[in-house]
């Protein structure tokens, strides 16, 4: 297996071009299903994650052209609503084409994700809209079966914030007969995304980006052009390695918009940070100090801190000045990255879902090892700023959700190479 070899020290400084959003691309592929006429996609990021969906589509005998990072999908000949468990394994995204399936075919079988290094990741919220809207579910050997006529447009309230489960029901909604109302549905940038696309192929859908999603189903989409939006994950984990290194740097293609609660911690951790978006370009600028102050986080659903930026930022803490209380209330265990940073020389201490980091002078270089796509960019990190070389193992998961990592970290001056196996 590959892995990544970082020589730390060295202060980011230049400007890097951040590119479209893995989790909205995610989503958006699926929405190609609900239409018999093409979807072209721009922007659409050349990840790991973006290939396995689109051998998972093409299997059910969707066209797929692609070109960089233009995609082009045709579900006319739609004609195996079958996700499986080989496929789904790899990438419990999977489970965004069950919505979308069912209310195109009337029928779909897709094997449950099963959980992953963070957590159990159950679809229970994604079958019980389904239920709600009439299809039959049921859960047999490991596979979600589901069949209807029609689905039945309905009031949906899901027990907790998710943002796959909202994406689910919004897609399979937008060809039900009647509304659906989905109540304390996702927020996230990525949601509104995916509605602005199924808007674009012919959907009636309003509220998109607040608690109440309101859709008018349709009897069928038809294709469009879209472009994905940029990566605010990506956007944010620059931004910290920026910040640690006590670097300047520039990304281009995103501003802070979709990034407030993020921008927030790190002014609070003394970098001072510019963005704008014009019709000409949009960026976002750091300029971060040479030592930072220990910020404290508590993950939640958007607009508050994203759980998908917390490992980045416990890295940042681990040299910082001070302590920071760190709570993670989404996932039960995203933590994996804090005992790798231990062995860094890092000082953390676990309780439950809350990790208590004080800030150390210097780490060191040591071999590491990821365990999921966030906590090994968080090593990453680490390793920009650790005294000497430090050996990142299983690097197959950064390569799931950062494009050209390494080539982007280069070019602000960073000291990485890949080995290969
Ligand atoms: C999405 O995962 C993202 N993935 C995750 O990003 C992100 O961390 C997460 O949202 C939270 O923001 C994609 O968009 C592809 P959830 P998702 O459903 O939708 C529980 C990354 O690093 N839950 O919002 O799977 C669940 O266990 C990835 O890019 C149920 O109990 O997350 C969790 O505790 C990691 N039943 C909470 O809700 C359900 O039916 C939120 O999960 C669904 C969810």
């Known amino acids: 297996m590959d892995k990544l070899i970082i020589t730390g020290g060295v202060r980011l400084s230049g400007e890097i071009a951040i590119s479209g959003a893995k989790n909205a691309a995610l989503p958006i592929l699926c929405a190609s299903l609900l239409s018999a006429e093409p979807l072209t996609l721009t922007n659409v990021p050349e990840l790991n994650d973006i290939g396995t969906m689109l051998k998972l589509l093409a299997q059910m005998g969707v066209k797929v052209e692609r070109s960089a990072h233009t995609v082009t999908l045709d579900a006319s000949a739609l004609n195996n609503p079958l996700a499986p468990?080989?496929?789904?394994?790899?990438?419990?995204?999977?489970?965004?084409?069950?919505?979308?399936l069912v209310a195109r075919c009337g029928t779909a079988k897709v094997s449950l994700p099963g959980g992953c290094a963070i957590g159990a990741r159950p679809v229970d919220q994604h079958i019980k809209g389904l239920q709600a809207m009439g299809a039959t579910v049921t859960v047999e050997h490991g596979y979600v079966h589901a069949e209807v006529t029609r689905l039945k447009g309905a009031r949906l309230f899901t027990d907790m914030v998710t943002v796959t489960g909202t994406e689910n029901l919004m897609m399979a909604a937008c060809l039900a007969d009647g509304v659906t109302v989905i109540e304390n549905a996702a927020r996230e940038p990525e949601v509104v995304?995916?509605?602005?696309?199924?808007?674009?192929?012919?959907?009636?859908?309003?509220?998109?980006?607040?608690?109440?999603?309101?859709?008018?189903?349709?009897?069928?989409?038809h294709g469009a052009t879209h472009r994905i939006l940029p990566d605010r994950i990506e956007a944010g984990t620059y931004l910290c390695a920026a910040a640690a290194t006590g670097g300047s740097v520039t990304l281009n293609g995103?501003?802070?918009?979709?990034?407030?609660?993020?921008?927030?911690?790190?002014?609070?951790?003394?970098?001072e940070i510019t963005s704008e978006k014009t019709a000409a370009r949009e960026f976002i600028h750091i300029e971060a100090p040479a030592r930072l102050k220990a910020v404290s986080i508590r993950t939640a659903p958007y607009p508050a801190f994203p759980t998908d930026m917390q490992a980045q930022f416990m890295a940042i803490n681990c040299v910082a000045e001070g302590s920071a209380?760190?709570?993670?209330?989404?996932?039960?265990?995203?933590?994996m990255h804090a005992v790798e940073l231990q062995r860094l020389g890092a000082n953390i201490k676990i309780d439950g879902n809350v990790a208590f980091v004080t800030g150390v002078a210097q780490l060191q270089g040591a071999t590491v090892m990821a365990t999921d796509l966030r906590a090994s960019v968080s090593l990453v990190i680490a390793g920009l700023v650790a005294e000497g070389e430090t050996q990142i193992e299983r690097i197959y998961h950064l390569d799931r959700g950062y494009e050209h990592l390494e080539e982007k970290l280069a070019q602000l001056g960073a000291k990485i190479r890949r080995e290969k196996a």
């Open 85 to 100: 468990y080989e496929m789904v394994k790899t990438m419990r995204a999977s489970i965004l084409v069950l919505g979308p």
């Open 193 to 221: 995304d995916l509605a602005q696309c199924l808007i674009a192929m012919g959907a009636k859908i309003s509220g998109a980006g607040t608690d109440v999603i309101r859709i008018e189903g349709v009897e069928r989409l």
């Open 254 to 271: 995103v501003s802070s918009g979709y990034l407030d609660a993020v921008v927030d911690k790190l002014l609070d951790a003394g970098c």
């Open 325 to 335: 209380v760190m709570r993670e209330t989404i996932f039960e265990n995203r933590f």
